[in-house]
């Protein structure tokens, strides 16, 4: 999503996510097919800020042309050949599983070609998990970053769905440094009504998370967005709960919700969006040329977090 001309906007969060992302001291990405210049420059300037390790895993002729057209150095980072835009993420999606990227990043190619090479049965690296889509959003006036899912991969989830969903955010907010994880399943209203299914789904991820279905934060819903987010509101509607008014998750209930509210806050509140797709071995970062750079390296930078909590959760599991 681009970046708005807000007065006095200084990207404040997105700059201690970075900051907090460097002291991880880089984490070895794959960025598959960089053949234009946004993608070539994200990831040059990420590793310029010492956020990542870059892979570049492409055609080299076109890397090679991309990086000349922009005057961008590459000559240090590590290239691994591919033919076209299929083959570049399979063999970037290779990397991870040799063990030699711990992280992917799209570059000039579609969502789903990468995405493909990433869920495929016989080859990909999925999980028990459902794959989704988190936003991280610097919204202008809001004191921390808000995270928004899924507004970008499943389309309309069921409720099995939105325990992984939820799972995913949930992980992502501790992952991003959060020292209390709030999650306000949003629907249109704020009491269960069986005419809206969303509304009995929320009701029933709350009771899942009071029986540890989903571990790690504090639930509540359903929360419609202005009792979710403003303390005012919730105490107009006399909710007392510590998730309304103070949420940092948002959980929306279908694509077509959570793209809306992303690029409302986007165009009209003039936030930023970062994004990340979780629920696979590795996070993956999906760059838009839109983006501005310090979008692109928030998004690198939570990726670099996701990858980094990871990698601690393992090692506490193996020792």
Do not use: W
């Amino acid at each position: 999503m681009p970046d708005q001309a807000v007065p006095g906007k200084h990207h404040d969060k997105y700059e201690r996510l970075i900051a907090a992302a460097r002291e991880r001291k880089g984490v070895a990405m794959a960025v598959v097919h960089p053949c234009d210049e946004v993608s070539l420059e994200s990831a040059v300037e990420a590793a310029k800020l010492g956020l990542i390790r870059p892979i570049l895993v492409g055609p080299p002729h076109r890397i090679r042309a991309a990086a000349e057209k922009t005057k961008l150095d590459i000559s240090r980072f590590e290239q691994v050949a591919s033919e076209h835009s299929h083959d570049s993420a399979a063999k970037a999606v290779l990397q991870v599983k040799e063990g030699k990227a711990e992280a992917l990043m799209k570059g000039s190619l579609h969502t789903d070609e990468l995405m493909g090479a990433v869920v495929s049965r016989s080859d990909g690296i999925r999980t028990a998990r459902r794959i989704s889509h988190c936003f991280i959003m610097d919204v202008p006036g809001h004191a921390d970053a808000l995270i928004i899912t899924d507004a970008a991969v499943n389309i309309a989830p069921d409720l099995e769905a939105k325990v992984d969903i939820v799972q995913n955010a949930i992980d992502l907010a501790h992952a991003m440094g959060a020292a209390e994880v709030r999650v306000a399943i949003l629907s249109a209203m704020e009491t269960v009504n069986p005419k809206v299914p969303s509304t009995v789904e929320a009701a029933a991820l709350c009771k899942m998370a009071d029986r540890g279905q989903i571990t790690g934060a504090l639930l509540d819903g359903p929360l419609a967005l202005d009792n979710a987010i403003s303390p005012d509101a919730a105490a107009i509607k006399h909710i007392v709960s510590p998730v309304a008014g103070r949420a940092n998750v948002l959980v929306v209930p279908d694509l077509e919700a959570g793209n809306m509210l992303a690029k409302s806050l986007s165009f009209l509140a003039g936030a930023d969006a970062a994004g990340i797709v979780l629920g696979a071995r590795v996070p993956i970062v999906l760059t838009s040329r839109a983006d501005s750079l310090p979008t692109r390296l928030a998004s690198c930078a939570v990726a670099v977090l996701s990858a980094a909590a990871r990698r601690a959760n393992a090692n506490s599991v193996i020792a």
